[in-house]
């Protein structure tokens, strides 16, 4: 393509510039597989996080966008110069932050070829593949977690989305949907029960719905931080008694904090004596659940009307793809589905629609990534690594017990405990603190914070595809260095 370019005295001059095509894209994708091969190789060299301050990147991009068109090898060039050096790489293998992310490379690959076809997966008619395919896979990972028959499964793009999901539903269930039809105004306050170890989308949700965060209700916690199940009998028979409508009840199965746990069996036969629909987010742990002798941990889960799993956490479908299991679906249909005449497929009946499942119309094909990832590693090789993560998780704590001033707060719940830095003549917080940066900013591994019982405490949590035992033994010489180091100091 020829383009006017700005010449010396006003006069144009004219430069060419190609236009990638399709059928360029044979070529690029060999550049991106060398790219992503030399970057996979090199990824446990590279520190985790890098070490930038704000703004160093945006000053790299020009303020403006190009006016006329720039060659890919220039764009190309440009990405490999700015990016991978300011990214935190979730795939390393030193990952031990947040919860990992994996992209296994079959999902890459099935990504790859979703992206390629481009499809929106919103009614079967706009990609009946997509459709039933989803379907399908939907029962694979029902069987796999040993979840029971009624559970049907929905992709949705985040736990944020299944959760809001549940809470719309939540409401709506409960007002008959008349919520829906005539708005919240004029209507009993609804409340939905919760602990304080489940994650803030619930209180997004909540916030979302129109409920009001006032209306959570964060049930008290027995010592093992699980809901205790008589306070939420005592707080259901309080709200009704000063004119609320309990509506729902959010357990928590794997807690981001510190990975806390409800006794679902007792909390979810309350929420059925009590007729209140219930959601479990299970988004980190749901994955362990591949695992038969872990599910001991979501024991009464069969009682869930809803329940969230994030493959796109530890099983390895590259981010997003979270899974929402329901019991029966048609309640949240009713609440979320929205049709128009554009939207109606005019010559078949009986089909599967995901969008009216989900708050977004427009949906990626997700479920490709689940159909290799499944195939490729089987049931066995995704337990596996799950195990793996286990054990090394509690022969991590065994080693970090060994050194002095480290003390472990709360012990591994599957492959995530935390820790601080105590014992000593020091303010406890303000050296765990500053043993946290110093290892963040040094980048040989990964590690985030939270409060636990008003303990500033890190979190430590192994799950990344890669990551071996000597990835972690590596971990207890990087903190025991730091821990010396900043107690010499204080
Ligand atoms: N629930 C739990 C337990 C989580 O750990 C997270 C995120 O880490 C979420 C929900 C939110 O997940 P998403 O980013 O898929 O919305």
Same mark, same amino acid.
């Given at each position: 393509?020829?383009?006017? &370019?700005?010449?010396?005295?006003?006069?144009?001059?004219?430069?060419?510039?190609?236009?990638?095509?399709?059928?360029? %894209?044979?070529?690029?994708?060999?550049?991106?597989?060398?790219?992503?091969?030399?970057?996979?190789?090199?990824?446990?060299?590279?520190?985790?996080?890098?070490?930038?301050?704000?703004?160093?990147?945006?000053?790299?991009?020009?303020?403006?966008?190009?006016?006329?068109?720039?060659? !890919?090898?220039?764009?190309?060039?440009?990405?490999?110069?700015?990016?991978?050096?300011?990214?935190?790489?979730?795939?390393?293998?030193?990952?031990?932050?947040?919860?990992?992310?994996?992209?296994?490379?079959?999902?890459?690959?099935? #990504?790859?070829?979703?992206?390629?076809?481009?499809?929106?997966?919103?009614?079967?008619?706009?990609?009946?593949?997509? *459709?039933?395919?989803?379907?399908? !896979?939907?029962?694979?990972?029902?069987?796999?977690?040993?979840?029971?028959?009624?559970? /049907?499964?929905?992709?949705?793009?985040?736990?944020?989305?299944?959760?809001?999901?549940?809470? %719309?539903?939540?409401?709506? *269930?409960?007002?008959?949907?008349?919520? &829906?039809?005539?708005?919240?105004?004029?209507?009993?306050?609804?409340?939905?029960?919760?602990?304080?170890?489940?994650?803030?989308?619930?209180?997004?949700?909540?916030?979302?719905?129109?409920?009001?965060?006032?209306?959570?209700?964060?049930?008290? =916690?027995?010592?093992?931080?699980?809901?205790?199940?008589?306070?939420?009998?005592?707080?259901? &028979?309080? #709200?009704?008694?000063?004119?609320?409508?309990?509506?729902?009840?959010?357990?928590?199965?794997?807690?981001?904090?510190?990975?806390?746990?409800? &006794?679902?069996?007792?909390?979810?036969?309350?929420?059925? *004596?009590?007729? !209140?629909?219930?959601?479990?987010?299970?988004?980190?742990?749901?994955?362990?659940?591949?695992?038969?002798?872990?599910?001991?941990?979501?024991?009464?889960?069969?009682?869930?009307?809803?329940?969230?799993?994030?493959?796109?956490?530890?099983?390895?479908?590259?981010?997003?793809?979270?899974?929402?299991? %329901?019991?029966?679906?048609?309640?949240?249909?009713?609440?979320?589905?929205?049709?128009?005449?554009?939207?109606?497929?005019?010559?078949?009946?009986?089909? =599967?629609?995901?969008?009216?499942?989900?708050?977004?119309?427009?949906?990626?094909?997700?479920?490709?990534?689940?159909?290799?990832?499944?195939?490729?590693?089987?049931?066995?090789?995704?337990?596996?690594?799950?195990?793996?993560?286990?054990?090394?998780?509690?022969?991590?704590?065994?080693?970090?017990?060994?050194?002095?001033?480290?003390?472990?707060?709360?012990?591994?719940?599957?492959?995530?405990?935390?820790?601080?830095?105590?014992?000593?003549?020091?303010?406890?917080?303000?050296?765990?603190?500053?043993?946290?940066?110093?290892?963040?900013?040094?980048?040989?591994?990964?590690? *985030? /914070?939270? =409060?636990?019982?008003?303990?500033?405490?890190?979190?430590?949590?192994?799950?990344?595809?890669? =990551?071996?035992?000597?990835?972690?033994?590596?971990?207890?010489?990087?903190?025991?260095?730091?821990?010396?180091?900043?107690?010499?100091?204080?």
């Amino acid at each position: 393509m020829w383009v006017q &370019n700005g010449g010396c005295c006003g006069n144009p001059i004219k430069i060419c510039v190609t236009i990638m095509k399709y059928s360029d %894209l044979r070529d690029w994708y060999d550049k991106v597989a060398n790219w992503a091969d030399r970057y996979f190789r090199g990824l446990k060299d590279r520190p985790v996080r890098p070490n930038l301050d704000p703004g160093e990147i945006l000053q790299q991009i020009p303020t403006s966008p190009p006016q006329h068109p720039e060659s !890919m090898e220039a764009i190309f060039a440009d990405f490999e110069r700015i990016i991978p050096d300011g990214m935190t790489h979730w795939q390393h293998p030193r990952f031990f932050a947040y919860f990992n992310s994996n992209s296994a490379p079959v999902s890459m690959i099935a #990504d790859q070829l979703a992206n390629t076809m481009g499809a929106i997966c919103m009614l079967w008619q706009t990609s009946p593949a997509g *459709t039933e395919l989803e379907i399908a !896979m939907m029962d694979w990972m029902r069987q796999a977690l040993g979840l029971p028959q009624p559970f /049907q499964g929905v992709i949705q793009d985040s736990a944020t989305s299944s959760t809001l999901s549940a809470v %719309l539903t939540m409401r709506e *269930t409960a007002l008959n949907w008349e919520g &829906n039809r005539i708005g919240l105004f004029g209507q009993l306050p609804l409340r939905i029960y919760t602990s304080n170890q489940t994650h803030s989308s619930v209180d997004k949700a909540i916030r979302l719905a129109g409920l009001g965060q006032a209306n959570l209700v964060k049930v008290p =916690t027995s010592d093992n931080l699980a809901m205790d199940p008589q306070a939420l009998v005592e707080c259901v &028979n309080q #709200d009704r008694k000063h004119g609320y409508l309990p509506c729902g009840v959010i357990g928590c199965i794997g807690g981001t904090s510190v990975g806390a746990s409800d &006794n679902l069996a007792e909390i979810l036969k309350i929420a059925k *004596t009590e007729k !209140m629909y219930s959601h479990v987010d299970a988004a980190w742990a749901g994955s362990a659940m591949i695992c038969p002798e872990y599910r001991s941990i979501w024991a009464g889960i069969d009682l869930a009307d809803s329940v969230v799993i994030n493959p796109h956490k530890w099983l390895g479908a590259g981010f997003d793809c979270s899974i929402q299991f %329901l019991r029966q679906p048609e309640k949240q249909i009713r609440t979320l589905s929205m049709k128009s005449a554009y939207l109606e497929t005019l010559e078949q009946t009986g089909i =599967t629609d995901y969008s009216d499942w989900c708050i977004p119309l427009g949906r990626r094909f997700r479920s490709l990534k689940i159909w290799f990832l499944l195939r490729a590693y089987g049931i066995s090789g995704l337990q596996t690594m799950i195990r793996n993560h286990v054990q090394w998780t509690h022969d991590l704590v065994n080693l970090l017990k060994e050194i002095p001033f480290v003390e472990i707060v709360t012990e591994p719940n599957l492959s995530l405990f935390t820790f601080r830095v105590s014992g000593g003549d020091f303010d406890s917080i303000e050296v765990t603190r500053s043993v946290l940066e110093s290892i963040n900013r040094e980048g040989k591994i990964y590690l *985030t /914070q939270t =409060t636990h019982q008003n303990q500033f405490v890190i979190r430590f949590t192994i799950g990344q595809f890669e =990551t071996t035992w000597e990835q972690v033994k590596m971990a207890v010489d990087v903190i025991r260095c730091h821990v010396e180091k900043i107690v010499s100091q204080s």
